[in-house]
């Protein structure tokens, strides 16, 4: 089962913007209402590491 969140967003005077409440480093946009909810998707599933293949590496980097 995919998990539900919780997005707010507003209209600015050219883009939607959203950012999800359980997670609101995740923010992105879109021309349309439409766009801003796939544009979630996608940001939210690059962030959760999804589409991370098997046989991926991991380093420390230090910032």
Partial sequence: MKPK???IYWKS???W???LV???EIMTQGRTLRELEENMRDA???MVL???P???S???LAV
Avoid: I, R
């Fill in 50 to 52: 999804d589409e991370v």
């Fill in 58 to 60: 991991v380093k420390e």
């Fill in 5 to 7: 969140l919780t997005m």
């Fill in 22 to 24: 359980e997670h609101p």
């Fill in 17 to 19: 913007l959203g950012k």
């Fill in 13 to 15: 005077k050219k883009f």
């Fill in 54 to 56: 098997e046989g991926y």
């Fill in 44 to 46: 939210y599933e690059m």
